[in-house]
């Protein structure tokens, strides 16, 4: 078969737990790593496309040209009804492709947050693994609207958009189902001075995580176990 294609838009950002559920599903990733020049492939080579985090604002293609090019590939992945899963600013940038704004949030978000399925959510194909309160990672200072067309999967108290299905099987995240205790520790290592903006230390967040992560992981595995499924499923 072919691959799932991760697009790294920062040398920090990876799959993480998504690649480890992804090989045991069977399905092979090729990763991208745009910030260093590298080129996306055609689409016709991938059976899967994921976008993932980053600390730019969606907006910002002087400073990072690679973006443009990859909310194209987004928009050209959703015509042909590839899979495709954005994660953080991947998710951000799907909703860009798709005509929608990305915006400051109400407030930044670093930390476990509850997530609240709507009714759509509830009955989506990869995101009725969760349940109400269930709590997710997230660590950003922007937020998408959701695309015209789109149904709204998930919410959260203070910032209102937090999961979307585009089309069939296109789905836009807020929320980090992918992160592991190693690379979070990579993410407060290259990022020291949090405080400023999130009003939280490194430590507070390391807590958190030892508290928090081992839930969170059972239902980010069904999430990405769902999304292999879907991938691996006839189109």
């Not at 991760?6 to 790593?33: C, K, M, S, T």
């Not at 269930?134 to 999967?153: C, I, K, S, Y």
């Not at 203070?158 to 789905?171: H, K, L, T």
């Not at 595995?221 to 499924?229: E, K, M, T, W």
């Amino acid at each position: 078969m072919k691959p799932a294609l991760a697009i790294e838009n920062e040398d920090i950002a990876d799959l993480a737990l998504a690649e480890e559920v992804f090989a045991a599903e069977g399905i092979p990733v090729e990763h991208v790593r745009l910030w260093k020049g590298e080129d996306l492939p055609p689409l016709q080579d991938a059976d899967a496309v994921v976008s993932l985090g980053g600390d730019m604002n969606a907006d910002d293609v002087e400073t990072y040209p690679y973006l443009a090019e990859e909310r194209d590939y987004l928009a050209e992945a959703v015509r042909r009804d590839v899979p495709v899963l954005g994660i953080c600013l991947g998710g951000q940038l799907l909703a860009r492709a798709l005509g929608a704004p990305v915006t400051r949030s109400p407030q930044p978000e670093l930390g476990f947050v509850p997530i609240r399925p709507t009714e759509a959510g509830r009955a989506d194909p990869l995101l009725s693994c969760l349940r109400d309160g269930d709590r997710m990672f997230q660590w950003h200072v922007d937020t998408f609207e959701v695309p015209a067309g789109a149904a709204l999967l998930a919410t959260g108290d203070a910032v209102p958009n937090q999961a979307y299905r585009a089309g069939r099987r296109a789905w836009g995240l807020q929320f980090h189902p992918e992160v592991t205790t190693q690379e979070l520790e990579g993410w407060l290592e290259a990022v020291p001075d949090i405080e400023r903006t999130y009003g939280r230390t490194a430590d507070d967040i390391r807590a958190e995580i030892a508290e928090r992560l081992p839930a969170t992981h059972e239902r980010s595995r069904q999430l990405f176990r769902r999304f292999a499924a879907l991938v691996l499923a006839p189109g």
